[in-house]
């Protein structure tokens, strides 16, 4: 079956400008998670959802930040008012049950770079 | 708080064996994970640990030791193709978020 799809895969914004970012993961699971990865550095944590519910936005660097997944499935990322700092490539990966052995699938990620 | 270590780059030779290290000092710990990234593609899964002791896949060995906060990968017979960054990371007991070390990258050489 299809992984976790992403899009856009690249996106310039002008700072200041307002992006939204799609995540479509993997069919029937149940868990995604959004990761901020900086170049050179490990994938960090920005927010979690089980279903359509929001369990953990502890990672979200601030409020310009906001993520939803209103039916359980499709989840997207906002950021308001783009900053240089926000450049970074924006991964999502879903799993089948929280709190079990299952990995988690990442998509191919997007690159937001702000000018 | 929560800190993950791993070397920043490490260099191998074509057929040999090479050890990733990875130490961590977490609040909470629900397992272990191993990521390969290659350069601008996703991290795909390797391996789990949450037991003590090694689990084999292939050419892929990962181990654990959780009273000393320690894992390590183990890849043999390193083929160009394994040339990738390696991501550490621990899963978080309380809400399932993997938290990620700075990532290993490995070059191979032939």
């Known amino acids: 079956g299809a992984g976790v799809s992403q899009s856009p895969r690249y996106k310039v914004a002008k700072r200041g400008q307002d992006v939204a970012l799609r995540c479509d993961p993997i069919?029937?699971?149940?868990?995604l998670f959004w990761y901020q990865q900086a170049l050179g550095q490990g994938p960090e944590f920005l927010t979690y959802?089980?279903?359509?519910?929001?369990?953990?936005k502890s990672g979200l660097p601030s409020d310009r930040f906001f993520a939803e997944r209103p039916e359980g499935s499709v989840s997207t990322l906002k950021i308001q008012r783009t900053q240089q700092e926000d450049s970074a490539v924006y991964l999502c990966?879903?799993?089948?049950?929280?709190?079990?052995?299952?990995?988690?699938?990442f998509g191919p990620g997007t690159r937001l770079t702000v000018t | 708080g929560q800190n993950i270590d791993q070397p920043t780059e490490m260099t191998a030779t074509e057929g040999a064996i090479v050890q990733i290290n990875c130490t961590y000092q977490?609040?909470?710990?629900?397992?272990l994970f191993w990521y390969q990234q290659h350069a601008g593609e996703a991290p795909t899964f390797l391996s789990y640990?949450?037991?003590?002791g090694l689990e084999e896949k292939g050419r892929f060995s990962s181990f654990l030791s959780r009273s000393k906060g320690y894992s390590y990968l183990l890849l043999k017979e390193l083929q160009m193709k394994d040339s990738a960054s390696y991501l550490c990371?621990?899963?978080?007991?309380?809400?399932?978020?993997?938290?990620f070390g700075t990532g290993t990258r490995l070059q191979v050489f032939p």
């Open positions: 990966a879903s799993s089948l049950v929280g709190g079990q052995s299952y990995e988690q699938y």
């Open positions: 069919s029937g699971h149940v868990s």
């Open positions: 959802f089980q279903n359509e519910a929001q369990l953990d």
């Open positions: 977490t609040s909470g710990f629900n397992g």
């Open positions: 640990n949450v037991l003590d």
């Open positions: 990371a621990v899963r978080d007991h309380n809400t399932d978020k993997l938290i």
